[in-house]
């Protein structure tokens, strides 16, 4: 990797495959660890379709249950959560012991009501999944029918998701053709999300780097090329793809698909091969540490 340690002031990781391995609901142990070392040198923060809640669980449980004692009081000044697929902001609040909103961006109600949306897609997609009634306050997602299984066929899941993808840009470009004006739809691989267009992931990283210019003293290029950007789903439709676009942080992708941007860097062996999902992750992370 062509970056030295200090290139990069902060991070920034997409948490389903590229935190976890593709179809895994958690991280490993060995993932939980180099957070937390790379939390005692800078700001983190996961950018991911998933809801606060859904983090805390998946996500937050396993990192502090790596956690000693003494890294606790900068671990917990150095988490930042970008829920919603960057939709809303939080800083972790030690002494509530809770993440605190630091940003949220509305629904856009002038393209259409976000319920009656999600009772036109529920219907459109249900063949192949169903929206998720739970607890996202901004976006609207639809997870697959196998959301509810325990250890579902993993390649299944992206299909289904894939066809949900298509269906989900049909019926917008029904609702108006210029739909991408209002909405982002990204599909993670696992679901599909649609998001207020000025509250993606990318929004995500400059809002980050503006929280802590203004609250932490620190300092950024303007394009906030101090923070690295980690993620799996780049590719045009994906989850990531405004994240890892370069318009705001320095991108990384670990993901099977290395779409054709020439500013997104992969992380490879030394052999020259691409090492993908959480184990190229963990390399990226080990070159900060
Ligand atoms: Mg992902």
Request: charged share 25%; with cysteine.
């Amino acid at each position: 990797m062509d970056f030295k340690v200090g290139d990069f002031k902060a991070a920034m990781f997409d948490f389903d495959g590229t935190l976890t391995e593709k179809g895994h609901n958690t991280p490993s142990r060995e993932i939980a660890d180099a957070l937390v070392k790379l939390s005692q040198k800078m700001p983190i923060g996961f950018c991911t379709g998933r809801q606060l809640e859904s983090f805390e669980r998946r996500a937050l449980a396993h990192l502090l249950a790596e956690v000693n004692e003494a890294e606790k009081p900068r671990f917990m000044e150095n988490l930042y959560l970008f829920a919603e697929n960057g939709a809303i902001g939080y800083d972790f609040n030690a002494v509530a012991g809770d993440f605190e909103e630091i940003y949220r961006i509305e629904w856009p109600k002038e393209f259409i009501e976000r319920e009656k949306l999600r009772t036109i897609l529920n219907e459109a997609v249900k063949e192949h999944g169903e929206i998720l009634y739970n607890a996202h306050e901004i976006v609207v997602v639809m997870g697959t029918k196998f959301y509810y299984e325990d250890k579902p066929a993993i390649d299944k899941v992206y299909e289904l998701a894939g066809k949900i993808y298509e269906i989900t840009l049909e019926v917008l470009a029904k609702i108006n053709p210029d739909y991408g004006k209002y909405v982002h739809v990204g599909n993670s691989g696992i679901g599909v999300i649609v998001s207020p267009a000025n509250g993606d992931k990318d929004a995500a990283v400059e809002k980050f780097g503006q929280f802590l210019t203004k609250n932490r003293g620190m300092e950024f290029d303007s394009r906030y090329s101090e923070i690295l950007t980690v993620g799996d789903s780049a590719q045009v439709g994906g989850n990531d793809f405004y994240f890892l676009s370069g318009r705001f942080g320095t991108p990384y992708s670990v993901g099977e698909i290395l779409p054709n941007n020439p500013l997104i860097q992969s992380v490879k062996n030394e052999n020259g091969e691409r090492i993908l999902h959480a184990g190229g992750t963990l390399k990226l992370i080990s070159g900060l540490l």
